[in-house]
């Protein structure tokens, strides 16, 4: 089993940075990034193999960064240049298996609550 907790929620105006966390409760090799909004499906943002082998979706490409912490055992995504578009609720992923940093939802197991980021105009 393994459990995520997500920092609480966060805001910034367009144009600003924000970082999340996720403490995981033991290792996991996968980890991910996904967020949703009302009405949409769960995207994948970025993900995240061992330490350095990561992926990221073309809409936060060179903005945000996806940091695994094994030491700690916790998981960050650094968002930059955020636009109101990145509104949404943010969940943290996690699997034991390799996923090869897959952005699916469907390939990751255990789930954080979601955290809250609203970027306002």
């Known amino acids: 089993q393994l459990t995520l907790v997500q920092s609480g929620e966060a805001s910034a105006q367009a144009g600003g940075s924000l970082r999340l966390s996720c403490r995981a409760s033991?290792?996991?090799?996968?980890m991910a990034w996904f967020r949703q909004t009302p009405g949409t499906e769960r995207e994948g943002v970025a993900a995240v193999k061992g330490s350095l082998d990561k992926n990221y979706a073309d809409a936060v490409k060179g903005r945000f960064d996806i940091i695994k912490d094994n030491g700690k055992s916790t998981l960050y995504l650094d968002m930059d240049a955020l636009t109101p578009e990145d509104t949404g609720v943010y969940y943290c992923?996690?699997?034991?298996?390799?996923?090869?940093?897959?952005?699916?939802?469907?390939?990751?197991?255990?789930w954080g609550q979601g955290t809250q980021v609203t970027v306002s105009s």
């Open positions: 033991r290792y996991a090799t996968s």
């Open positions: 992923a996690a699997d034991f298996g390799d996923k090869n940093r897959a952005l699916s939802a469907d390939q990751y197991k255990y």
